[in-house]
C-alpha cells in the first residue's frame, strides 16, 4: 500500500482506487508524479517525469539548464529558491533572509497514523509514510508525512519542522500542495455569512492565484476550509475530482494558482497572513485530507464522508443513535425558568423528543446577551432548585437533558472580568473591540482554560447530562496575549487554536460520554477540527427549511449528515412557504440529525400529533443518517432538488425531494430514480414508481426496502 520502488526512485501510495506517486530526483529533490485512478505501472508512472530546457527559470548550477524547480511538478515548494510560483515553505533564517530549500534526507514507513501534537488528526491510518527533509542554512529538519485510509480513499498529510538549534521563523507553513502540472480545473467550495450560510462556490481555476480563507480566528461563516478540483466535464457521478479538507479551526488558506502554461498548484494551510512561528523545538501543521474520484462529485462527497466518520469523528458517537432534542432557544431565547422547562419536557416526552436542551441564560445574571459569560455558576433566580434537581426530574420523565456552553467567550459585565482582566485576548495597547457585547478569552493563557475547565465541571460535575452545545459567538479582533513575549504575538491566533482544542480535549474528557454538538452563531465554525471533538454541528441559526435545503446540500459536499444538526422550528421567512408548513420543515430537517426548535406550550394537539408521527418516521430514517451513503440526484430544474441515502447493506434506502422554486416541470420518482426497484417498507407491497407524482409537491420524503439498485455508482 506505500512502497519504496528503488529501481525507479518513486513512492508509491495506494488506496483502493487510487494512487498518489512521487520521485525522488538528483538525490535530493522529491517531485509530484502522479494522483488519480489507481495505477500498478511503475514504469508508466516513471514516464510521467521527464526534463527539458528551461529558459529564464532559475536552474541548479550543478544539475544544468534541463532541471528547475519552478517547471517541474514538487511535493513541496520553497521559497526563493528557483521556484517563481506562490510557494509552500518560507522560513526566516538567522540573517533575517528568507530563502528556503529543503532537500531530501530519506524516509520511513510507519504503521498506522501518527498523533499530530496539540492538533486533532484522524486515526485508525493503514499506513504511514514519513519522508525527511533537511534545509542546511535554517538549520531545520522538515519530516512530511502521509497516512493512508485504504477503504475511504484518502489520504491525510502534515508537515513537521525541527530545530536543531538555530534561530529560524516559520512564515509560511503548508500543511500540503497538490502540483497538477497542465490541467484545466473548476474550483468549487462553500461559502457564505451569518444566517445566510451554504451557497456553493464555483469557477473555473483562472491564470493567478484564488481561493478560500479566512482570518477571523475561526474557520468563520466566510468559506470553508475545503475545496473540490474538478476537472470540467466533471458532474455528480462521473469524471475525475479532488477533494481537499483541513482538519483546522483557525485561520486557514486554500489556494490555486495557474501559470499562463496551465500549470495548476493546490496548496492548504494556515493563512500565512496572520501567522508566524519562532522555531524553539518543533512545530505541526494541521492535517489535510485528500480524496481523488473518477466518479465524480457524489464519490469524492461519499469519500470525504466515510474518512470524516470512520477516522476522525469520536468513534463511540459514529453509530450510536443520536437525540431528537428540543431546544429552548427559539423557543424562549433568554426567558427561561425551571417551571417553565420542565413543561417543555412533559410535552416532549409525550410526543417522542429524548432529549431537553437549555440554551442560552442559565447560567450567572445572563437575562440577554450583554452580560455573564464566564459566570459558569447557574442562575438561582431561574432554577431555585439548581440544575442537579432540575436535571433528576427531567430524568424520571424519562427524558435526557443538554445543556448550553460558550466557554471561549469573556462578558465585559461577569464577575470573571472584574477577576481576571488579563484572561482577554488582546493587542497590548490597543482597545479591544466587542462582538454581541462580549470579548474572548486569551486561551494561550492555559490559566484561562483552567479557570473555565474548573467552573465548568465545578456546576456540571454532578449534573446528569447527556448532550452540550458549545457555542462560539463572535470573531476575533486586535488579537495579542499579555501571556507571550513581543517577539511572538504574531503566533497567538494560532496558539489560540491550540487553546481551543485544549479545552475541547479537557471537557470531553471530563464530560466522557456526553455528545457534544458545535456551533458559531451557526455555521462560523463548520470544520473537521471540530467534528473531531463535537459529533455534530449547528450549521445555520436559520431554520427557514426554504433556506436550509440549500445550506444543508451545500454542507453534505464536505461533511456527513450525521454531522449536520437540523431544527424544526416555526419562525416564518420565507414567503414561498405559507405559514409553518411542518410536513416540509420535517422533511428538510430529517435529512440530518432532527431536533426541535419551537414553543412546544403553544402547538395545539394536532400539531403534537404531526409532530409524534414525525419523530417515529425519524427513528426508522435515523440508522441511514449516521450510516448509509449519500447521493445526490443531478440534472433537476432550478428550485428543485433530490437525494437519496443508501444503506452500506444496500437494502434500504430513504429517498428526499424538494421542490422549493418556480418549477413546474412533470415530474415522477420514476424520472429521478431511473430504474429501481422498490418495497413499500410499511406494506411490503412493491412500488410503481411512474405512479409516484412529485409535480405537486413541495417535498417528499420515503424509506424504501430495495429490490435493485440501478445506480452504477452504487
Ligand atoms: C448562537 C447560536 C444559537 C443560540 C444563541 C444563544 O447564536 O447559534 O443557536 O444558541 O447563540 O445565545
Keep these: 500500500m506505500i512502497e519504496f520502488i528503488n529501481e525507479y526512485q518513486i513512492f508509491k501510495l495506494d488506496t483502493k482506487n487510487t494512487t498518489y506517486a512521487f520521485k525522488i530526483v538528483h538525490d535530493d529533490f522529491s517531485v509530484h508524479l502522479y494522483y488519480g485512478k489507481r495505477n500498478d505501472d511503475a514504469e508508466r508512472l516513471n514516464a510521467l517525469y521527464s526534463e527539458s530546457p528551461v529558459s529564464f527559470a532559475p536552474y541548479n548550477r550543478q544539475i544544468g539548464v534541463n532541471f528547475s524547480l519552478d517547471t517541474v511538478a514538487t511535493e513541496l515548494s520553497f521559497f526563493d529558491s528557483g521556484d517563481l510560483k506562490d510557494t509552500a515553505v518560507k522560513i526566516q533564517n538567522e540573517n533575517g533572509d528568507c530563502v528556503t530549500l529543503f532537500k531530501y534526507r530519506g524516509y520511513e514507513i510507519l504503521?498506522?497514523?501518527?498523533?499530530?501534537?496539540?492538533?486533532?488528526?484522524?486515526?485508525?491510518?493503514?499506513?504511514?509514510?514519513?519522508?525527511?527533509?533537511?534545509?542546511?542554512?535554517?538549520?531545520?529538519?522538515?519530516?512530511?508525512?502521509?497516512?493512508?485510509?485504504?477503504?475511504?480513499?484518502?489520504?491525510?498529510?502534515?508537515?513537521?519542522?525541527?530545530?536543531?538549534?538555530?534561530?529560524?521563523v516559520i512564515k509560511k507553513i503548508a500543511s500540503g500542495q497538490l502540483d497538477f502540472g497542465k490541467a484545466d480545473f473548476t474550483f468549487l467550495s462553500i461559502c457564505?455569512?451569518?444566517?445566510?450560510?451554504?451557497?456553493?462556490?464555483?469557477?473555473?481555476?483562472?491564470?493567478?492565484?484564488?481561493?478560500?480563507?479566512?482570518?477571523?480566528?475561526?474557520?468563520?461563516?466566510?468559506?470553508?476550509?475545503?475545496?473540490?478540483?474538478?476537472?470540467?466535464?466533471?458532474?455528480?457521478?462521473?469524471?475525475?475530482?479532488?477533494?481537499?479538507?483541513?482538519?483546522?479551526?483557525?485561520?486557514?488558506?486554500?489556494?490555486?494558482?495557474?501559470?499562463?502554461?496551465?500549470?495548476?498548484?493546490?496548496?492548504?494551510?494556515?493563512?500565512?497572513?496572520?501567522?508566524?512561528?519562532?522555531?524553539?523545538?518543533?512545530?505541526?501543521?494541521?492535517?489535510?485530507?485528500?480524496?481523488?474520484?473518477?466518479?465524480?462529485?457524489?464519490?469524492?462527497?461519499?469519500?470525504?464522508?466515510?474518512?470524516?466518520?470512520?477516522?476522525l469523528i469520536n468513534p463511540e458517537f459514529v453509530v450510536k443513535k443520536r437525540p431528537v432534542v428540543v431546544n429552548t432557544w427559539e423557543a424562549s431565547y433568554f426567558d427561561i425558568d425551571e417551571e417553565k422547562l420542565f413543561q417543555f419536557a412533559e410535552i416532549a416526552k409525550k410526543i417522542g423528543i429524548d432529549t431537553l436542551v437549555v440554551d442560552d441564560g442559565w447560567f450567572g445574571k445572563r437575562n440577554d446577551d450583554t452580560s455573564s459569560l464566564g459566570d459558569w455558576r447557574v442562575n438561582k433566580t431561574k432554577f431555585k432548585s439548581g440544575l442537579r434537581a432540575f436535571s433528576r426530574k427531567v430524568h424520571d420523565l424519562g427524558m435526557n437533558l443538554g445543556i448550553w456552553i460558550e466557554p471561549e467567550m469573556i462578558s465585559e459585565?461577569?464577575?470573571?472580568?472584574?477577576?481576571?482582566?488579563?484572561?482577554?485576548?488582546?493587542?497590548?495597547?490597543?482597545?479591544?473591540?466587542?462582538?454581541?457585547?462580549?470579548m474572548v478569552l486569551d486561551l494561550c493563557n492555559p490559566k484561562a482554560i483552567e479557570y473555565v475547565v474548573h467552573e465548568l465541571t465545578e456546576t456540571l460535575a454532578d449534573v446528569r447530562l447527556e448532550y452540550i452545545k458549545w457555542d462560539f459567538n463572535r470573531s476575533l479582533s486586535e488579537?495579542?496575549?499579555?501571556?507571550?513575549?513581543?517577539?511572538?504575538?504574531?503566533?497567538?491566533?494560532?496558539?489560540?487554536?491550540?487553546?481551543?482544542?485544549?479545552?475541547?480535549?479537557?471537557?470531553?474528557?471530563?464530560?466522557?460520554?456526553?455528545?457534544?454538538?458545535?456551533?458559531?452563531?451557526?455555521?462560523?465554525?463548520?470544520?473537521a477540527g471540530i467534528l473531531s471533538f463535537c459529533p455534530q454541528i449547528w450549521v445555520s441559526d436559520n431554520t427557514d427549511p426554504v433556506e436550509r435545503v440549500r445550506i444543508q446540500n451545500a454542507m453534505s459536499l464536505a461533511y456527513p449528515l450525521s454531522a449536520v444538526s437540523c431544527h424544526v422550528s416555526n419562525t416564518v421567512l420565507n414567503a414561498m412557504e405559507k405559514g409553518t408548513d411542518y410536513g416540509l420543515r420535517f422533511n428538510v430537517a430529517a435529512g440530518g440529525v432532527l431536533g426541535y426548535e419551537l414553543n412546544l406550550l403553544q402547538l395545539t394537539g394536532k400539531t403534537k400529533e404531526e409532530i409524534a408521527k414525525q419523530i417515529k418516521k425519524y427513528n426508522a430514517i435515523s440508522p441511514l443518517i449516521l450510516t448509509g451513503d449519500l447521493y445526490r440526484v443531478d440534472g433537476l430544474d432550478c428550485g428543485q432538488s433530490a437525494f437519496y441515502i443508501l444503506s452500506k447493506e444496500k437494502d434500504v434506502a430513504c429517498v428526499y425531494y424538494y421542490n422549493?422554486?418556480?418549477?413546474?416541470?412533470?415530474?415522477?420518482?420514476?424520472?429521478?430514480?431511473?430504474?429501481?426497484?422498490?418495497?413499500?417498507?410499511?406494506?411490503?407491497?412493491?412500488?410503481?414508481?411512474?405512479?409516484?407524482?412529485?409535480?405537486?409537491?413541495t417535498n417528499f420524503l420515503h424509506i424504501y426496502q430495495v429490490l435493485s439498485v440501478k445506480n452504477e455508482n452504487a
Excluded at 497516512?147 to 498529510?157: G, K, L, Q
Excluded at 464577575?415 to 473591540?433: G, I, N, Q, T
Excluded at 496575549?481 to 497567538?492: A, F, H, M, R, Y
Design 111 to 168: 504503521d498506522g497514523a501518527v498523533k499530530l501534537g496539540q492538533l486533532p488528526n484522524s486515526f485508525g491510518a493503514d499506513k504511514t509514510l514519513c519522508v525527511k527533509y533537511e534545509d542546511i542554512v535554517s538549520g531545520c529538519f522538515l519530516y512530511s508525512y502521509y497516512s493512508i485510509f485504504y477503504e475511504s480513499d484518502t489520504i491525510a498529510r502534515f508537515n513537521k519542522v525541527v530545530s536543531t538549534g538555530k534561530k529560524a
Design 192 to 311: 457564505g455569512s451569518y444566517y445566510n450560510e451554504g451557497h456553493i462556490l464555483e469557477y473555473p481555476v483562472h491564470i493567478g492565484k484564488q481561493g478560500v480563507y479566512s482570518n477571523s480566528g475561526h474557520t468563520s461563516h466566510k468559506f470553508n476550509p475545503f475545496c473540490m478540483l474538478k476537472s470540467p466535464c466533471a458532474t455528480e457521478t462521473n469524471g475525475d475530482v479532488y477533494g481537499i479538507e483541513l482538519v483546522y479551526s483557525g485561520d486557514f488558506e486554500i489556494q490555486a494558482e495557474k501559470t499562463i502554461s496551465g500549470f495548476i498548484r493546490l496548496m492548504a494551510g494556515i493563512n500565512h497572513e496572520t501567522f508566524s512561528w519562532e522555531l524553539e523545538d518543533y512545530f505541526y501543521t494541521p492535517e489535510m485530507i485528500l480524496t481523488y474520484s473518477d466518479r465524480g462529485v457524489g464519490q469524492v462527497s461519499r469519500n470525504l464522508h466515510n474518512h470524516l466518520r470512520n477516522h
Design 413 to 438: 459585565n461577569s464577575e470573571l472580568y472584574r477577576l481576571h482582566p488579563e484572561f482577554v485576548l488582546k493587542a497590548k495597547d490597543r482597545e479591544c473591540s466587542l462582538g454581541r457585547h462580549q
Design 479 to 527: 488579537v495579542g496575549s499579555c501571556v507571550l513575549p513581543d517577539g511572538k504575538q504574531n503566533e497567538t491566533k494560532h496558539r489560540f487554536i491550540l487553546g481551543v482544542y485544549e479545552m475541547h480535549k479537557k471537557l470531553t474528557e471530563a464530560f466522557r460520554g456526553v455528545l457534544f454538538e458545535g456551533c458559531s452563531g451557526g455555521g462560523g465554525r463548520v470544520d
Design 660 to 697: 422549493v422554486g418556480q418549477s413546474k416541470r412533470n415530474v415522477t420518482l420514476a424520472n429521478i430514480l431511473p430504474n429501481w426497484k422498490f418495497l413499500d417498507f410499511e406494506t411490503g407491497k412493491s412500488v410503481n414508481l411512474d405512479e409516484i407524482d412529485l409535480t405537486a409537491k
